[in-house]
């Protein structure tokens, strides 16, 4: 007998959840209204997607969740951990101090605990200092009662590790095991201060973790569901809990991930443009091999440069709540929105604020219940914008056009025509035709592709290194690579026989004679 796994992503306006069938059969889904507590609103998409298609609640397997827990909190500055923070770096360094592009409001909450201690590696992994404990130990002793959390960053720690794993040893034994531990070379990439600032803010965002993966077990087991669960990444694979609670700065952006992976699988399309049109924004991103293309830019995060990988997402200002308006017969298109008081401000409510979402209802487009008559609601713009009605539709849909196709050229990286697809609840704002589009495609189910996105995701496992090739064989270093890789994916609960390379670069690195950084990503399917 088959099992049945549910995906659901949180937004910032709905929640949306689909139950799924082993093959990735959409049997129910459905968009509720995200909720303060958001835990509320996670268990009526559940409910509800249960009602519509009931299951036993036994074959249930998996549940996997993308949330912006993580996102919000960084953003919201609440809840965050007091970090201290030790750079394994000295004589090297020392210029440029720790969290020195940090926003002064985020430093502050985040305590005045960071210090820079001798250690590091040269690029090819000899040391370039060693460790002196009592240094270290002196700073941790300092930390004492005033730290939630620490952060270790070290000179090349990407290449050899030992020095920050030894500092996370004594720190166990001067601050206790229960000492919330983020090493940089488990989050970041080789550039030292952008990865120290991703391992303070994964550090930062452990208490969140630990209260966004135990409200979603118990949310879950209320139910009665007894089922593995998962966290989204921002790369459209999963996480185990554990693993969310040790790197929750990997959740972060996993909402466009799961929409490019769910709009990919809907519409069988393997290369292409995604764009996701919520009630905000449109955010399209590039679809490479049924994965979202990761960014090569370093990412900025609640205002902190870092280096993590993040997926190469560009938002532009078209969505359901945009507002419209008409200036001297010119249109102009938000950037504001109504966002989910759309129901309240939209004119095709009995509100008093144009929007796209009206346009698209005048033109019998999508179909909203409770809303003015399409006649009715033709001559209330025509009244609000004090021009003919034909003339606001040409305006508004030739800006919408300009807005989308500015999009797809920034995202394209060649002149060829390639599918763009649509997704979201306000897909129905995209024109049938862009220009460098080969087609644009309107798959079903598209308003839930994140949550479909989240239910087909997989488990993934990347590594990278750098290498001298006046030492070592540049092929053998990757077939280990990807030997060592696949090991520890295996490790992490994925099928042998569903392993597949997604990722796999050499890229020689200038600054540094004969060096060059092998990175590899490989991914597969869950056993069972």
Not at 160 to 178: M, P, R, T
Not at 211 to 218: C, N, Q, R, S, V
Not at 264 to 285: K, Q, R, Y
Request: glycine share 10%.
């Amino acid at each position: 007998m088959g099992y049945y796994k549910i995906g659901i992503d949180v937004g910032g306006t709905n929640t949306d959840a689909v139950l799924v069938t082993q093959d990735n059969t959409i049997l129910s889904k459905t968009k509720q209204n995200t909720t303060l507590d958001v835990s509320s609103g996670i268990k009526n998409a559940l409910v509800e997607v249960l009602r519509l298609h009931p299951v036993e609640v036994s074959d249930i397997k998996y549940v996997m969740l993308g949330t912006t827990h993580c996102t919000n909190a960084l953003v919201e500055r609440k809840e965050l951990n007091r970090v201290g923070a030790l750079r394994l770096a000295l004589p090297a360094s020392k210029a440029i101090p720790t969290m020195a592009d940090f926003p002064e409001d985020l430093k502050q909450l985040l305590g005045k605990h960071f210090y820079l201690v001798h250690g590091g590696y040269e690029y090819d992994g000899r040391v370039l200092h060693p460790l002196i404990e009592e240094e270290i130990k002196g700073y941790l002793q300092q930390m004492k009662g005033e730290v939630d959390s620490l952060a270790i960053t070290g000179i090349f720690s990407k290449i050899n590790n030992e020095q920050e794993l030894q500092v996370a040893q004594w720190a166990a034994e001067v601050l206790g095991d229960d000492l919330k531990i983020s090493c940089s070379h488990q989050v970041g990439g080789l550039g030292i201060l952008e990865r120290e600032n991703a391992a303070i803010i994964n550090a930062s965002l452990k208490n969140v973790a630990d209260k966004m993966t135990d409200a979603f077990i118990e949310t879950v087991k209320s139910l009665g569901i007894d089922a593995q669960l998962f966290i989204g990444q921002n790369d459209g694979t999963l996480m185990s809990l554990e693993q969310a609670k040790d790197f929750p700065v990997l959740t972060i952006s996993s909402g466009p991930t799961n929409s490019i992976r769910g709009a990919g699988a809907l519409s069988n399309i393997e290369n292409g443009i995604v764009i996701d049109v919520g009630g905000t924004t449109s955010d399209g991103g590039m679809l490479v091999n049924y994965f979202p293309r990761e960014s090569t830019q370093a990412a900025q995060i609640g205002g902190v440069l870092t280096n993590f990988r993040m997926p190469d997402v560009v938002a532009v200002g078209i969505g359901g709540g945009t507002i419209v308006r008409f200036t001297d017969g010119n249109c102009t298109l938000g950037p504001d929105s109504v966002g989910y008081r759309l129901l309240q401000e939209g004119i095709a409510f009995g509100g008093k604020t144009l929007t796209l979402s009206d346009i698209m209802l005048a033109e019998g487009e999508v179909e909203i219940p409770n809303t003015l008559a399409i006649a009715d609601l033709q001559q209330e713009i025509t009244a609000f914008t004090g021009i003919s009605y034909s003339e606001v539709v040409e305006k508004v849909k030739a800006e919408i056009q300009n807005h989308i196709e500015d999009l797809v050229d920034k995202l394209k990286t060649e002149a060829k025509d390639i599918p763009v697809i649509a997704c979201g609840g306000g897909a129905f704002l995209l024109p049938k035709s862009i220009s460098g589009a080969s087609e644009v495609l309107f798959p079903e189910h598209r308003e839930v592709a994140n949550a479909f996105g989240a239910s087909i995701a997989q488990v993934s496992e990347e590594a990278e290194i750098v290498i001298n090739t006046l030492q070592q064989n540049e092929k053998e270093a990757m077939e280990q690579l990807i030997a060592k890789t696949e090991t520890a994916l295996l490790a992490n609960g994925a099928d042998k026989n569903s392993v597949s390379i997604i990722t796999k670069e050499s890229i020689p690195l200038a600054y540094l004679p004969n060096a060059v950084k092998l990175k590899v990503k490989l991914c597969g399917a869950f056993c069972g």
